[in-house]
């Protein structure tokens, strides 16, 4: 087990945000090619999934939180060509790569922490992110975030990894984890400790039922879930039923 990747999966607070920034913007010229190779090309229709689930609508108003490269943001596009999407990250390697892509105009690229988002409250239609609460300090706050910057009615669609579940297949899952992707990053990416600490994270990340329980918490309603990948990843959903009060400054 590398050293190194446990250490930096248990920082908390700024370290843990700066951690984070740095790994992605060393490995985001790689990152949507190691994304394919590591799910076997699904990443792609788990995305698909989560446009299905969003329902964007034209002339709506959607975020794309944890950004990355925009994929979610694009697909947004590609299912509602006449829908307004921002793409907001704190990595801005990430979106550089993203900017490269066509109809790249179409889409409002900021900076942004996914723990305080720079928008007013109840703005967007819908918020998606792919593979972000994992990575935040604080996942009860972002998802607070996306509840705040959520117009009523809107729904927020979360694509991320979850524990995988006891069972025959564990021990090949733990394989593809911990020797599979770290290998695939070594060779492609040229980063061993980021792609160990993908996995470690995975592991120590809240299960699909505890992260559907915390989105509930947050003020959403018709909560649920369905894991892919044979239980490793998850996406969640929910609707915002009203305004909600808002928190204490």
């Not at 299912?79 to 109809?103: C, Q, S």
């Not at 972000?132 to 669609?157: H, I, P, T």
């Not at 369905?226 to 969640?236: E, L, N, S």
């Amino acid at each position: 087990m590398n050293e190194k990747a446990v250490i930096v999966s248990n920082l908390t607070g700024r370290s843990r945000a700066l951690y984070v920034q740095k790994m992605f913007g060393r490995i985001a010229p790689k990152y949507d090619l190691l994304n394919r190779l590591m799910t076997g090309g699904q990443d792609i229709r788990w995305r698909k999934i989560v446009i299905e689930r969003l329902s964007p609508e034209p002339d709506a108003r959607y975020l794309d939180i944890g950004a990355g490269t925009g994929d979610l943001a694009y697909a947004i596009l590609s299912k509602e060509p006449h829908a307004e999407v921002v793409a907001a990250d704190f990595t801005l390697e990430m979106m550089r790569i993203g900017r490269l892509r066509p109809f790249r105009e179409r889409i409002h690229w900021v900076v942004a922490d996914a723990e305080n988002l720079p928008f007013n409250g109840s703005i967007f239609s819908g918020v998606v992110s792919g593979f972000l609460l994992r990575n935040v300090s604080d996942a009860q706050k972002a998802v607070g975030e996306q509840v705040r910057v959520l117009e009523a009615g809107g729904k927020v669609v979360s694509l991320d990894t979850t524990p995988p579940k006891s069972g025959v297949l564990r021990p090949f899952i733990w394989v593809h984890l911990h020797i599979v992707i770290p290998l695939l990053g070594k060779l492609i990416a040229g980063s061993t400790d980021a792609y160990t600490y993908l996995p470690e994270t995975t592991e120590k990340f809240l299960t699909a039922e505890k992260l559907a329980q915390l989105i509930e918490k947050s003020g959403l309603s018709s909560v649920g879930f369905v894991r892919k990948m044979f239980g490793t990843v998850a996406i969640h959903w929910g609707t915002k039923p009203g305004d909600l009060p808002q928190p204490p400054a």
